[in-house]
């Protein structure tokens, strides 16, 4: 017997809720409205990002090209298995823009082109020109592909947040007061302030908090790439934007593959809620820390011969020291899979050194402390760029076409 993954209930709620925003095509109209650069940094502006974002301009002037490295090194790209970069933790404006500094600074390093923050999207986050201005200098000076946000249930919000998809949907979400207006879905399972390994815990109906946090950013800036931490979540993604084609997700590290079994339950769930032109909401799956490069390979492959449409696969090459085993090294793993003739997204969670921020912790911090340790967090992320930068030319070298930030480009 087969069973279907949304019930009336869930669909009828969803759509509600879609509906109270104007509909799919009200939010993809407005999704592309607000990506434009000129009105990012009007905005930015009246924020008091305004001068962020003028020395963030001049910066990327001075970046180095990838057609000047080839030409230098006499490469040429002649295999198969197209390579992807990645680094995490671009937690919000002043560390990014930090990391551009530095990064100008050096005069060597390649962008990557996809770039991932891990920061609750709180009001302050959302609404003070914080993540506007992050999504200004990443999407549209750096010119990343991809800026993956991330939502996460357990984040406090103000009480009327809640009392409004309640009214919409007509479910109720169990929650606690924090004083002064503010309420948190109440998490029984903490692992860390937004709940269990940063957000996992889906419980009851706790996925329509996570759409409408999504829904909100969407609309207030323009990002339309969120990280997807639940099996749960990443059905209702694949349900909720089936009519928005400019709103996709990156299944999460916290959730992961880590074997074909895993994959062929996600193929199944994307199957079940493809759009109309046969795409997928999902846009990338991180394959989990244990696996191997066969493994890898086969979910590569299994994918591939499902006929589901192009999905991306990610996987971490450098891992910070909470988050695993000690000195985690995947490089070798990535190249047997990109000389096997798969595409490999890498990823650089850490740079493989012990330094400060360069924890999971640092993706928890208040607002305020954010901004407060935006120098030494920015420091953090220049390393993981330099390490991905060093690993990313290394594979060039082998022969694979490597993808960076537009930025590193010539016109």
Request: net charge negative; proline share 3%; charged share 25%.
């Amino acid at each position: 017997m087969h069973y279907k993954l949304l019930s009336d209930r869930d669909l009828k709620a969803m759509d509600a809720l879609l509906d109270s925003y104007g509909g799919a095509k009200a939010i993809q109209k407005k999704i592309e409205d607000m990506r434009g650069y000129e009105q990012r940094k009007k905005k930015a502006q009246d924020l008091g990002y305004g001068e962020m974002l003028d020395m963030a301009e001049q910066h990327v002037k001075h970046f180095p090209k990838v057609e000047d490295f080839l030409r230098e090194n006499n490469i040429t790209v002649t295999k198969k298995g197209i390579c992807k970069t990645q680094v995490s933790g671009f937690q919000g404006a002043i560390p990014t823009s930090e990391s551009v500094r530095l990064t100008k600074d050096n005069g060597t390093v390649l962008f990557p082109t996809e770039m991932i923050s891990v920061v609750g999207l709180t009001e302050d986050y959302l609404y003070s020109g914080d993540l506007l201005t992050t999504l200004a200098m990443a999407e549209n000076l750096l010119g990343a592909s991809k800026f993956c946000s991330t939502n996460l249930v357990g984040t406090p919000l103000p009480e009327e947040r809640f009392a409004r998809i309640e009214k919409v949907t007509g479910e109720k979400f169990e929650r606690q007061d924090l004083g002064n207006g503010i309420s948190q879905i109440i998490l029984k399972n903490m692992g860390t302030p937004f709940g269990n390994l940063g957000g996992v815990e889906i419980g009851n109906n706790n996925h329509l908090v996570y759409l409408d946090g999504v829904t909100r950013a969407a609309l207030e800036t323009g990002g339309n790439f969120y990280l997807n931490p639940s099996w749960s979540t990443i059905i209702a993604a694949c349900y909720y934007a089936r009519e928005i084609p400019n709103l996709s997700f990156k299944i999460s590290m916290l959730l992961s593959t880590q074997n074909t079994i895993q994959l062929r339950m996600l193929m199944n769930i994307f199957k079940e809620y493809l759009r109309d032109d046969g795409t997928t909401p999902i846009y990338e799956i991180n394959i989990g820390n244990a696996s191997t490069a066969e493994n890898f390979i086969q979910c590569s492959r299994e994918l591939e011969e499902s006929g589901l449409p192009k999905i991306y696969l990610a996987a971490h090459l450098r891992i910070n020291p909470d988050l695993g085993m000690a000195d985690f090294n995947w490089t070798e793993s990535a190249f047997k899979v990109l000389d096997a003739g798969c595409d490999l997204t890498i990823k650089y969670e850490s740079d493989g050194e012990a330094r400060p921020y360069d924890t999971m912790n640092a993706y928890f911090l208040t607002d305020e402390e954010r901004r407060e340790k935006g120098a030494l967090i920015g420091d953090v992320i220049y390393h993981k760029c330099l390490r991905c930068d060093k690993d990313a030319k290394d594979i060039l070298v082998r022969g694979h076409e490597t993808e960076f930030a537009r930025v590193s480009y010539k016109d």
